[in-house]
């Protein structure tokens, strides 16, 4: 069949991934979105846009009926479903089947068999593929998981048997653990995925996560387009990924790319898909599949860099009939951080706003979802961008991505550059050391502290009341000249951190700032960001007398929201006794649970109830200072 017109189910950076391939195969690209994405790059770069619905996902990228009347609207052929949402949906796939418009991804058997992890586990075990100890919990009560947990031994891995990405899993590392755990794991996942079945495994201590690019077609081929090490993540979330893995014998690899191959053809299967293993680290020769997911994944850059090849167009190419060649030669090496809009120093919660400024490199490959002036919300997941960088060898590949990472400015909201660049210039990890426990072990994150030079430039942005790169003041405002005199008025901004810091009497140049709507100047440089809000003489001394009383008075009373969001859990009632350290709510934002702790021992008064959206640092609840029993 022909294509002429494709239209995208996704948003964000993949949407625009695949409007640009889509674009240079002289093809039609259709966009969709919803009401927060209204102004959203990948809407004004498509060649046609249409709205299906609200800022939720649920209104909006989860509507396969809104998905299907806009490729009916538009005259799309085929719908690609990107990675995320909808990307490895049953419903969806019968839906275009029903419609006769292409799915560009596996048929219905395979999403069923892959797309369920305990379907797969067992699927994939009696096609000789080697899997992890453990069981499914879907058919099981509370107390039968907890005799079937002992039995497997601990620690165990609680994770959906639906979805991906890391969501809704928890470690258990003792009995006493596995009942919070499992109530946590079902109402992410189910928030998520709509599924709060489960799947349990025993934990690998030391594991690595090593996947399989693989593609098959209609034509009965099925080949693997090498591996990607995916060991370096966060709460279960890929941060760096790399091509080829490091350090992995050739017989280790050989047997991932045949276990690999094994599992897809096992369910025939056509596109794109990543088949996913843990290796020991202290044990290589010890390979377990994990999952398979249906879909072209985040980290797909790393795999075109080493063979060369445009895994979309190539994903096109099989969805018209296209047979698959064998696979190329890898060359050199790739490395891809994931740039994400959070907080590392205040335990990676995401950040949201306006994008005051976004200026990566040009010479590394970047695949960004922002540009100036975009809104980032709490509706959607909150990798912004992800950096690329390809090199004759590894040392090379992480030298030129720690480079990249240093010249990426995002200005607006708080990112995890820093850390992305602490993390790849670690000892274990330029050495090939990994484990997926690596980034624990690097936490808690410090802050980086404003340099003079930022402090100095955040000043000069200050006194000339704009936004831009302070190199280009003086060319601009009257008075203002190279190497000009340093400004007399003292200046004292407040960092996030609540420390005062003082700019220094200098004059700094090529530093970007910009000003948000709340007045806070925000600073880069070398890779290193920071937001300064001014502090005047009488807030100054406000703060002062402020510190005094809180010295004499009694402990803060508040518990406060760490990020905006909703409540989506509420651990306490009302007038009820607590301890320091216990949790009051819970709260979701992108994609994430975070609990509200106690800030002591006490009776507690809810301010909040289940369902409610609050603001950063809004009071949730007020404990009393008492004693308790």
């Not at 302070?470 to 960092?495: E, K, M, N, Y």
């Not at 007038?575 to 320091?580: I, L, N």
Request: with cysteine; hydrophobic share 45%; charged share 25%.
């Amino acid at each position: 069949m022909t294509i002429d017109t494709v239209l995208i189910a996704n948003r964000g950076e993949i949407a625009r991934r695949i409007i640009r391939t889509v674009r240079e195969l002289g093809m039609r690209s259709v966009a969709v979105y919803s009401d927060a994405d209204a102004e959203a790059p990948h809407v004004h770069e498509a060649d046609e846009a249409i709205h299906i619905g609200g800022s939720a996902a649920v209104d909006s990228y989860l509507r396969v009926d809104a998905i299907l009347a806009a490729a009916e609207a538009t005259g799309a052929q085929a719908i690609h479903p990107g990675y995320g949402f909808l990307s490895e949906s049953v419903q969806l796939a019968r839906a275009c089947a029903a419609a006769g418009v292409i799915f560009i991804g596996p048929g219905e058997r395979a999403l069923q068999i892959m797309g369920d992890k305990a379907t797969a586990r067992e699927h994939v075990a009696q096609h000789g593929v080697p899997v992890v100890p453990g069981f499914s919990a879907a058919d099981l009560d509370d107390e039968q998981i907890r005799v079937r947990a002992d039995e497997v031994g601990y620690p165990l891995l609680v994770k959906p048997s639906a979805g991906g990405g890391g969501k809704g899993m928890e470690i258990v590392r003792s009995g006493d653990e596995l009942a919070g755990a499992l109530a946590t794991a079902r109402r992410v996942a189910s928030a998520a995925f709509g599924d709060d079945s489960m799947v349990l495994e025993r934990l690998v201590q030391r594991p690595r996560h090593i996947e399989v690019q693989v593609f098959g077609d209609t034509h009965g081929n099925v080949v693997a387009l090498g591996e990607r090490e995916c060991t370096l993540q966060r709460r279960h979330q890929k941060v760096i990924e790399e091509a080829p893995a490091a350090s992995l014998p050739d017989s280790v690899r050989r047997r991932l790319l045949d276990a690999a191959v094994a599992a897809a053809g096992s369910v025939d299967y056509v596109g794109a898909g990543t088949v996913e293993f843990l290796v020991d680290a202290d044990a290589l020769d010890d390979v377990f599949f994990i999952e398979m997911n249906t879909r072209l994944q985040v980290e797909h850059p790393v795999t075109e860099e080493v063979t060369g090849l445009d895994l979309v167009a190539l994903q096109l190419h099989i969805a018209a009939g296209g047979a698959i060649d064998p696979a190329p030669a890898v060359r050199g090496h790739a490395v891809e951080a994931r740039v994400y809009a959070e907080s590392p120093e205040r335990g990676f919660l995401p950040s949201t706003g306006q994008v005051l400024l976004f200026d990566p490199p040009r010479d590394v490959r970047v695949d960004a979802a922002i540009e100036t002036g975009s809104e980032i919300s709490g509706f959607y997941d909150p990798m912004i961008a992800k950096v690329v960088a390809h090199g004759p060898n590894r040392a090379t590949a992480l030298r030129r991505l720690d480079s990249a990472l240093a010249r990426t400015v995002v200005l607006g909201v708080d990112t995890n550059i820093g850390f992305l660049r602490a993390l790849i210039r670690d000892e274990r990890v330029m050495s090939g050391d990994l484990d997926t426990g690596l980034i624990e072990t690097m936490l808690p994150f410090p802050a980086a502290q404003p340099t003079p030079a930022m402090l100095a430039a955040a000043a000069q942005a200050l006194q000339a009341g704009r936004t831009g790169t302070v190199a280009d003041i003086w060319h601009q405002l009257p008075g203002w000249r190279l190497g000009g005199a340093a400004t007399a008025a003292r200046t004292v901004f407040l960092t996030d951190q609540d420390e005062q810091v003082e700019a220094p009497a200098a004059y700094a140049r090529g530093i970007p700032t910009a000003t948000d709507r709340d007045g806070a100047v925000w600073v880069f440089a070398d890779g290193t960001t920071s937001r300064l809000r001014p502090l005047s003489r009488r807030a100054r001394m406000q703060r002062r007398l402020a510190e005094q009383e809180k010295a004499s008075g009694p402990r803060e009373p508040e518990g406060r929201a760490p990020m905006p969001g909703s409540i989506v859990a509420v651990h306490v009632a009302d007038g009820d006794t607590v301890r320091e350290g216990e949790p009051l709510v819970s709260i979701e934002a992108m994609k994430m649970e975070h609990p509200v702790l106690a800030p002591h021992d006490g009776t507690v008064h809810l301010l909040v109830a289940l369902g409610d959206q609050v603001r950063r640092d809004q009071p949730v609840a007020r404990v009393s200072e008492q004693e308790t029993a």
